[in-house]
């Protein structure tokens, strides 16, 4: 596995866009529909920021460093967005530091990402390991890239964070990859778990935080759509066919088309567990159970 990397100081301080916005809004649409999106987007990844404890402070006050993830594709670009966007509004007191893995896939445009981050002016760094053919000799392609993938990859993000001086890595996953996780753990894994707005690594070193899971995934397609994101598609785990993933998508789509709203009340049902209504004696204490004589 080869490795490199690339470090960009923080430009000066990038001009605003227009009426008033960060530098990330250049371009951005002038209509109500996208200020109501941008507003409803920033209000859910703050109540996830104040709701799960993603403070952005240390004990002693001092603002924390994120290692914010960005893979180039819609998800991320709008959780740095968000973040830039509540930095600039003093609502967030962490310090953010992008980073954006270079795994190695042929044909991967490696200037996009430098380019758009130099351009805001935000602080970044690039890393380059060869994950990608790790990943493709030692699986077949008849099977699903994404586990190891991710598990090389996280490896690699939690060793730059520690270099970084960082407190947390903060990775772009929305609600809909929650409850897709969510399904592929109750039809596949045996288990009710689902994607954790806030954990700690195994070694008890960082905080792993997602922001935006509050935040719908069509909502943020279309706040890239508007903001014309340089998109990079994945060339790895994107370009197969029949994964999990899709088919739990596939499901929870066909569920909305028939029932819209039904992802948001699924969601719910994640915030709002009864132990006591389930079967696992480990978290409930069933035997203690006694009757009122």
């Not at 200037?111 to 790790?134: F, K, N, Q």
Request: proline share 5%.
């Amino acid at each position: 596995m080869t490795s490199e990397t690339e470090t960009d100081a923080p430009a000066e301080a990038a001009p605003e866009a227009a009426e008033g916005l960060p530098r990330v809004y250049a371009g951005a649409p002038a209509s109500v529909s996208f200020k109501k999106l941008r507003k409803r987007l920033l209000r859910q990844t703050q109540e996830a920021i104040r709701r799960y404890g993603m403070d952005g402070a240390r004990k002693d006050g001092a603002p924390q460093k994120w290692l914010v993830c960005l893979s180039g594709g819609k998800d991320s670009y709008t959780l740095l967005a968000a973040l830039l966007d509540l930095k600039w509004q003093g609502a967030l007191k962490a310090d953010l530091i992008a980073c954006n893995l270079d795994q190695g896939q042929p044909g991967f445009p490696k200037h996009i990402l430098p380019d758009y981050l130099a351009g805001l002016g935000v602080e970044h760094r690039i890393i380059t390991e060869d994950t990608y053919s790790i990943v493709t000799d030692k699986l077949p392609e008849n099977k699903t890239y994404c586990s190891l993938c991710s598990r090389l990859r996280r490896g690699i993000l939690y060793r730059v964070a520690r270099e970084e001086g960082c407190d947390a890595i903060v990775l772009g996953h929305h609600r809909d990859d929650a409850l897709e996780t969510f399904m592929m753990n109750l039809f596949h894994g045996g288990r009710m778990a689902a994607m954790p707005p806030k954990l700690v690594n195994d070694e008890g070193d960082l905080f792993v935080l997602r922001p935006l899971i509050l935040c719908a995934e069509d909502d943020i397609a279309k706040f890239a759509a508007a903001l014309k994101f340089p998109i990079i598609p994945c060339n790895l785990c994107g370009s197969q066919e029949g994964l999990q993933r899709e088919a739990m998508k596939e499901m929870l789509d066909e569920w909305e088309r028939r029932r819209p709203g039904r992802r948001e009340v699924m969601f719910r049902a994640l915030q709002n567990v009864r132990p006591s209504h389930l079967a696992d004696e480990k978290i409930w204490d069933f035997e203690a159970l006694m009757r009122e004589d």
